[in-house]
């Protein structure tokens, strides 16, 4: 599970300047895409909220389908993502011969398996997501009791397109190598992407 992190500090070894001039470069990059993620849903909600001085209704729907929307695209993204995950994570890693052979239960294996995919794929939407919560938490003055139980249901939530795509990739795998899983995972992921899309134009007035 803490392969990909040895293999970033390895990365960054010798640690001289151009490891720290990269360290900083990549922090500041991440730091300047939370803090447009967290304008940009301050904008969105303050404009809501103007809207909902003259028309409560359709504020309170206009709401609804932001985070909706938002929510959809999140977990869309990473049910693709997570199918290329668990490709490598179940079948492809060089560790998976020791796991193997270790005297551990196969459903050991496939929890700690489940867990790496849940951490490469959602991390990144997971970080994506928080600047929403916590610009709608300002905007309507929430307690700070929300944060925890956002984050927390963020959690479960994303746990279910990961775990979705882990069952798709051990389906796929049963009935084709695994080299071709990987160009039926990049076509499903196209799929899903334009039924979404379709989905999305259809449903607008």
């Given amino acids: 599970m803490f392969w990909p992190l040895r293999l970033t500090a390895a990365r960054l070894r010798p640690f001289d300047a151009t490891a720290v001039a990269k360290l900083a470069i990549t922090a500041s990059i991440g730091a300047l895409f939370l803090w447009g993620d967290l304008v940009l849903f301050r904008r969105l909600f303050g404009a ?49 011969e020791t796991w193997h052979a270790a005297p551990v239960s196969k459903w050991h294996i496939v929890l700690r398996r489940w867990a790496k ?18 610009a709608f938490a300002q905007q309507y003055r929430l307690q700070a009791w929300f944060y925890a139980e956002a984050l927390i249901d963020l959690a479960l939530l994303l746990t279910i397109p990961v775990t979705l795509g882990c069952a798709v990739i051990l389906l796929l795998v049963r009935w084709f190598p695994v080299q071709r899983v990987h160009q039926i995972v990049a076509s499903l992921a196209i799929l899903v992407m334009t039924l979404v899309v379709v989905a999305f134009r259809m449903s607008r007035p």
Avoid: K
């Fill in 117 to 134: 995919t849940l951490l490469q794929s959602a991390t990144i939407i997971f970080v994506f997501l928080i600047p929403m919560f916590v």
């Fill in 48 to 96: 809501i909220a103007r809207i909902e001085a003259a028309t409560p209704f359709f504020a309170l729907g206009l709401l609804r389908n932001v985070l909706a929307l938002a929510l959809l695209v999140a977990v869309v993204v990473l049910f693709s993502s997570s199918m290329t995950s668990a490709i490598g994570a179940f079948f492809t890693d060089l560790d998976l």
